[in-house]
C-alpha cells in the first residue's frame, strides 16, 4: 500500500492508497450505506486514527488490511460507527417540533381517540435527544395521553448511540444545546456533573440498534417517523430504497418529518409536502384529512 501523507488545515494526514480508498468506500456504503466522497477522505483519518493507534498498526492501510481480511466481526462494527456521524441536539431546528405539537399531535390525536394509541420512530435516534424532546412535548402538552398505548421506538446503527438513548444521561454541555430551562428543570435530574432524565420520561421508550441499510425487522404501523438528518449521508439509489420502506410502515395519515436539507422531493413519489414556509414535513400521497 502507498502512504502518503499530505496536510488537511496544516495537519498532517495519512492518505490511503487509491485502492484502499475504493474498498473502504465500499465497504463502508454495503454496511452503512453512507458515502465519503473523495473531497471528503480526511474525514476516514480522523475518524480511524484512534482505532488505528489503539491496536498497534502502523498505518490506517494496515487497518484496512484487517478489515479486509478478517472475517465481519466487532472491530468492522467499531469501524462503521466510527464513520457516522451522531450530532444533535434537543428540539433540533425548534419548527419542527412546534409543528408536532401545535399541528400534527393534536390531528392524529384525534383520529386515534377510540384505538388510544400512538406509535412514533425515531430512526437514527443518536444519543436520544430527538426522542427525549419528543416525549417532552407529549407529557408537557398531551397530560391526557397518560393513560393511551403511547409508544416511541429509537433505533439507531450505533450500539453506543442506542445504550446513550437509553440511559438518558447527558452532560451540561448537551443540555445546553437546545433544551429551554424549565424543561430541564422539570424532567431532568442532576447526577454528578451530568443530567439524568427523570424515570417518567423513559416511559414508552424502546431504544434498539436497527441499520437502515439492511433488511429491516418487523416494525409496528408508524404514526409519526422522525427520519431526521441521516438521508443527507446517503446516496440517491439509498435515500429512494429507504423512503419506499418507509412508506410502507407509516399508517395511511401518518406523518414523516425529515432534516432541514433533506426532502422527498424527486427521490420518492409516495409522499406529498405539508406544512408552511418555516418547516413542512410528508404525508402519503394516499392520505386522507383527519377532519375531512
Ligand atoms: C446526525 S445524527 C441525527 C440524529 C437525529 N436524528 C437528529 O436529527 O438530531 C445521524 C445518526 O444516524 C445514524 N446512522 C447513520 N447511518 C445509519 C444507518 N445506516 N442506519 C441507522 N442509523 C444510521 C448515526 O449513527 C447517527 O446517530
Not at 247 to 263: N, Q, R, Y
Request: glycine residues 4%.
Amino acid at each position: 500500500m502507498v502512504l502518503e501523507e499530505y496536510f488537511e488545515d496544516g495537519v498532517a494526514m495519512n492518505r490511503l492508497s487509491e485502492t484502499d480508498f475504493a474498498y473502504f468506500s465500499r465497504f463502508l456504503k454495503e454496511n452503512s450505506e453512507i458515502v465519503v466522497a473523495i473531497d471528503k477522505e480526511y474525514l476516514i483519518d480522523t475518524r480511524l486514527s484512534p482505532i488505528q493507534k489503539k491496536l498497534g498498526l502502523a498505518s490506517l492501510g494496515d487497518l484496512i488490511n484487517r478489515l479486509r481480511h478478517e472475517p465481519f466481526g466487532a472491530l468492522h462494527n467499531e469501524v462503521i460507527e466510527a464513520m457516522t456521524t451522531n450530532e444533535t441536539y434537543f428540539f433540533r431546528d425548534v419548527k419542527p417540533f412546534e409543528a408536532l405539537r401545535n399541528e400534527v399531535l393534536p390531528e392524529l390525536i384525534k383520529a386515534r381517540a377510540s384505538s388510544r394509541s400512538l406509535s412514533i420512530w425515531s430512526a437514527a435516534c443518536s444519543s436520544g435527544q430527538e426522542a427525549y424532546s419528543i416525549q417532552m412535548i407529549l407529557k408537557d402538552s398531551f397530560p391526557n395521553l397518560a393513560n393511551w398505548n403511547t409508544r416511541l421506538l429509537c433505533t439507531d446503527l450505533s450500539q453506543e448511540m442506542v445504550s446513550r438513548t437509553l440511559q438518558g444521561r447527558f452532560t451540561q454541555l448537551e443540555v445546553n444545546r437546545g433544551l429551554p430551562a424549565q424543561m430541564l428543570i422539570k424532567h431532568f435530574q442532576k447526577v454528578e456533573n451530568d443530567w439524568q432524565v427523570k424515570p417518567d420520561l423513559k416511559v414508552g421508550i424502546e431504544a434498539k440498534v436497527m441499520n437502515l441499510a439492511k433488511p429491516w425487522p418487523t416494525l409496528p404501523v408508524m404514526d409519526i417517523v422522525f427520519l431526521r438528518n441521516v438521508l443527507i449521508y446517503f446516496d440517491l439509489e439509498a435515500k429512494s430504497q429507504i423512503l419506499g420502506r418507509v412508506a410502507k410502515v407509516l399508517a395511511p395519515d401518518g406523518i414523516l418529518f425529515l432534516g432541514g436539507s433533506e426532502t422527498t422531493i424527486n427521490i420518492s413519489n409516495d409522499y406529498e409536502r405539508r406544512g408552511n414556509s418555516e418547516t413542512s414535513y410528508y404525508v402519503l400521497k394516499t392520505a386522507k384529512s383527519h377532519s375531512a
